[in-house]
C-alpha cells in the first residue's frame, strides 16, 4: 500500500541543474529518514544524500558540493537538487525512506523503483 514514488530523471546536458522529487503514497505517521541512492552500470548502489527528521544531513563527501537535499514534512516529500551535472552522474537514482508506522512502534524502510539520470557531453 504504502510506496515512493520518484520523479524529475531524463536526459540532461553536462553543466546544467537537476532537480528530483520523491513522495510518499500512503498513510504513515512520519518519515524518520528518507534520501536517495545511484547505482551506475556495473556499479553498487551507493548514497548520495539522506535528511532525518530532526534535519540532520548526511551525504557522500565526494558529492556535497553538488548535491543538496530537503524535505517537506507535511506534504512528505524530499527533493534532491543535482548542479554541475557530469557524465559520471549517469545513473538510476533510487528513493529510500525510512517511514514510522501510524502506531509510531514500527520502522518500515521503503525503496522507490528508481529514475534515470543520463548526462550528455
Known amino acids: 500500500q504504502v510506496q515512493l514514488v520518484e520523479s524529475g530523471g531524463g536526459l540532461a546536458q553536462a553543466g546544467e541543474s537537476l532537480g528530483l522529487s520523491c513522495g510518499v503514497i500512503?498513510?504513515?505517521?512520519?518519515?524518520?529518514?528518507i534520501g536517495w541512492y545511484r547505482q551506475a552500470p556495473g556499479g553498487q548502489r551507493d548514497l548520495v544524500a539522506a535528511?532525518?527528521?530532526?534535519?540532520?544531513?548526511k551525504s557522500a563527501d565526494s558529492l556535497k558540493g553538488r548535491f543538496t537535499i530537503s524535505k517537506d514534512d507535511v506534504q512528505k516529500t524530499a527533493s534532491l537538487q543535482i548542479s554541475g551535472l557530469k557524465v559520471e552522474d549517469t545513473a538510476v537514482y533510487y528513493c529510500?525512506?525510512?517511514?514510522?508506522?501510524?502506531?509510531?512502534?514500527?520502522?518500515?524502510?521503503?525503496w522507490g523503483r528508481g529514475t534515470q539520470v543520463t548526462v550528455s557531453p
Open positions: 529510500k525512506a525510512d517511514v514510522w508506522a501510524m502506531r509510531y512502534s514500527k520502522l518500515d524502510t521503503l
Open positions: 500512503g498513510y504513515i505517521h512520519s518519515i524518520k529518514e
Open positions: 535528511i532525518t527528521e530532526l534535519d540532520t544531513i
